[in-house]
Nanobody
Framework: QVQLMESGGGLVQAGGSLRLSCAAS????????MGWYRQAPGNQREFVAV???????NYADSVKGRFTISRDNAKNTVYLQMNSLKPEDTAVYYC??????????????WGQGTLVTVSS
C-alpha cells in the first residue's frame, strides 16, 4: 500500500504565500506523476498542477505564474509553492500520486487533504 502525508496548509492573507508538501511512503517500485487538486466548498474537485517523473509540469490556467510544483524523488515528496494567493484559492488541497508496485501493477493514491484559507 501507499500512504500520503500532506502538510503546509493554513490561513494566509491575500497576496501571501504558502508551501504544501506531500510525502509518499509504502512499498512500491516507482512513482510516476505527482499532482495537486483542490476542492472549494460547494464545488467539484479540480486540477491544480502535476509533475511527471521526468520533471515536466502542467498547471491550471487559474494558477499559472503564481504556483510552482516541484518534487524530490529521493524523498518521494511533491511540493506546491503558492504565491500571490487570492481568496478564490481557498480550498482543501489534495495530493495525488500515481505509480507502479513492485509486482508491476499500477496504483493511484490520494492524500487526506490540507485546508488553505486565504483572507481578503
Amino acid at each position: 500500500q501507499v500512504q500520503l502525508m500532506e502538510s503546509g496548509g493554513g490561513l494566509v492573507q491575500a497576496g501571501g504565500s504558502l508551501r504544501l508538501s506531500c510525502a509518499a511512503s509504502g512499498s512500491f517500485f516507482r512513482i510516476n506523476a505527482m499532482g495537486w487538486y483542490r476542492q472549494a466548498p460547494g464545488n467539484q474537485r479540480e486540477f491544480v498542477a502535476v509533475i511527471t517523473s521526468g520533471g515536466s509540469t502542467n498547471y491550471a490556467d487559474s494558477v499559472k505564474g503564481r504556483f510552482t510544483i516541484s518534487r524530490d524523488n529521493a524523498k518521494n515528496t511533491v511540493y506546491l509553492q503558492m504565491n500571490s494567493l487570492k481568496p478564490e484559492d481557498t480550498a482543501v488541497y489534495y495530493c495525488n500520486t500515481q505509480g507502479v508496485f513492485s509486482g508491476g501493477g499500477p496504483w493511484t493514491t490520494w492524500g487526506q487533504g490540507t485546508l488553505v484559507t486565504v483572507s481578503s
